[in-house]
Nanobody, 128 residues
Framework: QVQVVESGGGTVQAGGSLRLSCTAS????????VGWFRQAPGKEREGICV????????FYADSVDGRFTVSRDNAKNTAFLLMHTVKYEDSATYYC?????????????????????WGQGTLVAVAA
């Protein structure tokens, strides 16, 4: 049984930093791309970044580029999202998702339907 679990959410002051974790089990973790999404109340789910199988390539949405960093430790079946200089508008539930793609398409990594497994999310609240 595949399980994907996010952790590390909480309340952070604007301008501060936070690190989220995503741990998967029941699958071969390094066979999957890992994407991070977020969803604020009343808004659509937004894809914000993705990391390739071995972690050699990453892609970011404009909204987080330069502030967030995605990484992974395949030996620990875990991916990370390091959030720097957070803003009030970063407040959302953050989700980790795993995708097994034969070929990467940079235009699709933000599309939720392209992912195979999802976690339950972790809430991040940025205090102004």
């Amino acid at each position: 049984q595949v399980q994907v679990v996010e952790s590390g959410g909480g309340t952070v002051q604007a301008g501060g930093s936070l690190r989220l974790s995503c741990t998967a089990s029941g699958l071969r973790f390094d066979d999957y791309y890992v994407g991070w999404f977020r969803q604020a109340p009343g808004k659509e789910r937004e894809g914000i970044c993705v990391i390739t199988y071995g972690g050699l390539a990453t892609f970011y949405a404009d909204s987080v580029d330069g502030r967030f960093t995605v990484s992974r430790d395949n030996a620990k079946n875990t991916a990370f999202l390091l959030m720097h200089t957070v803003k009030y508008e970063d407040s959302a539930t953050y989700y980790c998702a795993l995708a097994h793609w034969e070929k990467f398409n940079s235009a699709e990594y933000t599309v939720p339907d392209k992912y195979n497994y999802w976690g339950q999310g972790t809430l991040v609240a940025v205090a102004a």
